[in-house]
């Protein structure tokens, strides 16, 4: 069933370790001719699979419209909000670290009016960011 597929880490788009950490919050849209039955079944065999915060109480919010897409009889998204994310941010900040020490790109910025200071307290925005996803696991 689509279901399962729009919580397959296949289909995510973050290269995130799902196994660490916990979903704070989902919504999943589903388009098409589907069993509201069928939706409500795996959606609750899911809930049990995933690893929700303890202060969740429900996580998943569903949304059905049966009105398909033109060229497919059904499709399914999932949006989550995993405390995993605060992997990404990490990488980012590291490559974020290496270039700003290297000066790589910095002058585009600075062009266009951003300082280097202003670099600085987004770097450390998405810093705080980061750990806040850390502490709410």
Known sequence: ???????????????????????????????????????????AEIRKSLNFASYVPTGIKIGVTHTGLANLDYSGLALANHTGISQVFDRLLEQFDVMFENNAYTHWFEGNGVSRDDMKAARDSVAELSQSYKEAE
Not at 15 to 40: H, P
Request: glycine letters at 4%.
């Open 1 to 43: 069933m689509i279901a399962k597929e729009t919580f397959s880490s296949d289909n995510f788009a973050a290269a995130v370790d799902f196994d660490s950490g916990v979903f704070l919050a989902a919504s999943v849209l589903f388009r098409g001719k589907l069993s509201l039955r069928e939706i409500d079944e795996n959606m």
